[in-house]
């Protein structure tokens, strides 16, 4: 079993999240994505965001076709403030012998050393990270301890400068979205009047 952990905020999930999940599946071969929403991102504290139950239905749409794609809510469940270590022990002891691996974005990666017990992460996950153009993935891998670094496994993928907030900023500034995420998450955001309000 080769379970991947793929978490965000997810606000709302995006082409970007998902070509890279499936570049990742391809290039680790991995049996399993588990897109997970974190609760209250440690690096977001203040910031507003939609309800989890909206950020969680909008990854269930986005997914649902996708046989390998799985959507937690391990932490919306967990509550409080979503550590990324916290979540994979929690994947270790659910899965003993599995190998864990963890997606990001360069651009996450960049941050990597300020997160909870870093290293922890790395013992027990390869961190599949998706090279992105507009991000330098050299200067974020040099400053990284080499224990770090030696579990890093770049992604190459298809470049796409989709990003959340500008999505958000697109609604709200009433131009359309239509090709940056998929169409029942449009739909979903135009139902539920998301994103509307500053
Ligand atoms: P925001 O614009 O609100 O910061 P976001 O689009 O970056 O949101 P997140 O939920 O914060 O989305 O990102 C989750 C993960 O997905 C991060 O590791 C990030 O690097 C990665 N990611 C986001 N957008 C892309 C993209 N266009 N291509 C590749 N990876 C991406």
């Known amino acids: 079993m080769r379970i991947a952990l793929f978490g965000g905020t997810f606000d709302p999930v995006h082409y970007g999240h998902l070509r890279l999940a499936e570049e990742a599946r391809e290039a680790a071969q991995l049996t399993r994505v588990l897109f997970m929403p974190a609760h209250i991102s440690p690096f977001r504290l203040g910031e507003y965001h939609s309800a989890p139950h909206h950020r969680l239905q909008m990854l269930l749409l986005a997914t649902r076709d996708n046989p390998h794609f799985e959507v937690s809510d391990h932490e919306l469940q967990r509550g409080g403030i979503s550590y990324t270590v916290d979540t994979v022990r929690y ?3 659910q899965h003993p012998n599995a190998e864990l691996y963890l997606i990001m974005g360069a651009d ?3 941050g990597f050393q300020r997160w909870r017990q870093p290293e922890v992460i790395a013992q027990e996950c390869t961190l599949l990270v ?3 153009p507009e991000y330098d993935l050299n200067a974020a891998l040099d400053s990284l301890p080499a ?3 030696a579990r890093v496994h770049p992604v190459p993928m298809t470049p796409l400068g989709i990003s959340a907030s500008a999505i958000r900023d697109q609604i709200r ?3 359309s979205i239509r090709y940056l995420t998929p169409p ?5 955001i ?4 998301l994103y509307v309000e500053p």
């Open 108 to 110: 996450t990666l960049a």
């Open 91 to 93: 994947l270790r002891a």
């Open 184 to 188: 029942d998450v449009i739909e979903y």
């Open 190 to 193: 135009i139902r539920n009047r």
């Open 173 to 175: 500034a009433g131009h």
């Open 130 to 132: 998706g090279v992105r």
């Open 147 to 149: 224990a770090i670094r």
